[in-house]
């Protein structure tokens, strides 16, 4: 599915909040990823958010180091909940 910025209220917002918690670099995901999220400015890959059950994998783009965190459940349980509407 397809959203631009102001597709859905607060979105970036949850993006960010989610993203800043991923801040160990090489470290592996527990859970497999159940949920992408792909980020671009016009045409241009910028990042991408990966969900894997309480984790985030953060890489930004292009060539970007992956960093994986453990955000706040609540953040996290909202983010999912935008995304899967």
Do not use: F, K
Request: avoid cysteine; charged fraction near 20%; hydrophobic fraction near 45%.
């Amino acid at each position: 599915m397809r959203h631009t910025r102001g597709d859905i209220e607060g979105l970036a917002a949850l993006v960010n909040t989610v993203a800043r918690s991923a801040v160990s670099p090489d470290e592996p995901l527990t859970a497999p990823v159940d949920l992408r999220l792909t980020l671009h400015r016009g045409d241009a890959l910028i990042a991408v958010l990966e969900i894997a059950g309480d984790q985030v994998r953060w890489t930004p783009q292009p060539g970007g180091t992956a960093t994986v965190g453990t955000p706040p459940a609540q953040a996290l349980a909202a983010l999912r909940s935008l995304l899967t509407r």
